[in-house]
Each structure stands twice: as structure tokens, then as C-alpha cells.
């Protein structure tokens, strides 16, 4: 599996780096051995809302290449959805098997139109800008409708990523890689459609 990470000026880094953590442990796994991923942005560099920067390794890929996208969300978001070149690249992500947000990251799924008719959620504060983009917005932590995947606040990124070790490597996986980062917490609020 080949995964891009998608980075911005003003993403949160925790919704990032706190699904990543987990994500790359897919590695550990037979069944899911030799899962790459590139870091990815329309510039260099990145810089969150508080003022950290990181450097992308790879800039303005075509995501078709991928095997799943990942968009974290942060306040950048709010601007990005109506910026034509970012969406516009998001929308390279269209026959992409899996396309995944955290956060107020929705809003950029939703604004490239991958949200049309199906559920999703968002960070609770961001309902309401998410409701135009989708079917339905469902107030729990995950949704998973079809090949999108959904979740709620910076702290659910931990939870989306556990989630998808289940799903693409196994319960006892997931189990396993909660007891590498000391998660003793189960999560809850799944909908799958």
C-alpha cells in the first residue's frame, strides 16, 4: 500500500503526527509489509498554526498513484476549501482506494467533491461548515461510508489510525500497536455505512 500524507500552512500537527505514529506500524505486519507513504504539499515546507515547520518530501504528486489519501485538518482548512489549486490537486485523489480525513480535514475531502452523497464528520465545532459538502453529517468520532473515512477532533487521529490497522491488518494487530503506544482506551462512535 502506498499512502500520501497531505500537509498545509495552518493544518494542526497533532491531527498528523498522532495518526501517523500509528499508520506506520503497518509495517510490522505480514499482511501488510512494505506499506510506503510520502510526506506531501504544494510547497517545501509547511507551516501549522502555532508556527512549527516541516519540510514535504514530495511536492504536488499526483495522487492517483495512491493507494490511500490521508487530509488532517487544522484552521488552514477554512481558507483551503475555496483555493482552486489545492482542491484542484486534492481532486487528483478521485480513483484513489481510500481517502481519509481527521479533523476539519472533511472540508477539503468535501470541497473536492468526494463527500457528495455520502455520510461524514467533522471536529464538533465544524459541523455546520461541513453539512453543505455531504449527505448526511453524523456527530460521532468515525464514519467509514464506502471508501471514505471520516473522523472527529485532533484526539481521534489516534483512533482513526488503530481503526485502520484493524482494517487492513487484523483486531489482534491493532491490539498489538495500542500496547506499543500505551492506549489502553477503545474507541467509540464507529458508523460504517
Known amino acids: 500500500m502506498k499512502m500520501?500524507?497531505?500537509?498545509?500552512?495552518?493544518?494542526?500537527?497533532?491531527?498528523?503526527?498522532?495518526?501517523?505514529?500509528?499508520?506506520?506500524?503497518?509495517?510490522?505486519?505480514?499482511?501488510?509489509?512494505?506499506?510506503?507513504?510520502?510526506?506531501?504539499?504544494?510547497?517545501?515546507e509547511v507551516t501549522?498554526?502555532?508556527?512549527?515547520?516541516?519540510?514535504?518530501?514530495?511536492?504536488k504528486p499526483d495522487l492517483s498513484q495512491y493507494d490511500l489519501v490521508f487530509v488532517p485538518g487544522g484552521m488552514g482548512t477554512r481558507k483551503?476549501?475555496?483555493?482552486?489549486?489545492?482542491?484542484?490537486?486534492?481532486?487528483?485523489?478521485?480513483?484513489?482506494?481510500?481517502?481519509?480525513?481527521?479533523?476539519?480535514?472533511?472540508?477539503?475531502?468535501?470541497?473536492a467533491g468526494f463527500l457528495k452523497d455520502k455520510i461524514a464528520t467533522t471536529h464538533p465545532n465544524a459541523y455546520e461548515l461541513l453539512q453543505p459538502y455531504c449527505k448526511e453529517v453524523v456527530r460521532t468520532r468515525i464514519v467509514k461510508d464506502g471508501n471514505v473515512i471520516t473522523a472527529g477532533g485532533v484526539a481521534t487521529s489516534i483512533d482513526l489510525g488503530l481503526y485502520l490497522i484493524e482494517l487492513f491488518?487484523?483486531?489482534e494487530e491493532a491490539n498489538i500497536v495500542k500496547k506499543q503506544i500505551d492506549y489502553p482506551y477503545t474507541a467509540v462512535g464507529i458508523v460504517e455505512v
Open 169 to 171: 491488518a487484523g483486531q
Open 80 to 111: 483551503l476549501k475555496e483555493d482552486i489549486e489545492f482542491v484542484d490537486w486534492i481532486r487528483t485523489a478521485e480513483s484513489v482506494s481510500y481517502k481519509i480525513s481527521v479533523c476539519t480535514g472533511s472540508l477539503l475531502l468535501g470541497a
Open 48 to 59: 501549522d498554526e502555532l508556527g512549527m515547520s516541516v519540510k514535504v518530501n514530495v511536492i
Open 4 to 44: 500520501a500524507f497531505i500537509l498545509f500552512n495552518g493544518v494542526t500537527f497533532l491531527d498528523f503526527v498522532g495518526f501517523y505514529d500509528v499508520i506506520y506500524r503497518l509495517n510490522l505486519f505480514d499482511q501488510t509489509k512494505g506499506t510506503t507513504w510520502d510526506i506531501c504539499g504544494l510547497t517545501e
